[in-house]
């Protein structure tokens, strides 16, 4: 859900060997900017750089959540607890 909510992109887009969790995990960390929602961070913003970085730790959490084996898939309260860290961080740009 978080993947499709900061991409603005729907699992049924891709095809083949790619999908939309492989597409963010290959663009991530350094092209956030090609993934992430256009206007979640827009180009002139003045905490550009702060800003991805937020956005680049949602969709790893995101990621995380996608896991295919329930033995390494994060537990909810780190979850939460990993995205209130993240809030504070871009709260404060």
């Known amino acids: 859900m978080l993947l499709v909510t900061f991409t603005r992109r729907k699992p049924s887009e891709f095809g083949g060997d790619l999908s939309l969790k492989h597409w963010v ?23 550009l750089k702060k800003k991805l ?25 780190d979850v939460v607890r990993i995205l209130q860290k993240i809030r504070i961080q871009l709260l404060a740009c």
């Open 25 to 47: 995990s290959y663009s991530l960390p350094d092209a956030v900017m090609d993934v992430a929602d256009f206007n979640l961070v827009p180009p002139m913003d003045n905490h």
């Open 53 to 77: 970085d937020c956005v680049a730790s949602i969709m790893k959490v995101a990621l995380d959540c996608c896991v295919e084996s329930p033995a390494r898939l994060t537990k909810m309260k």
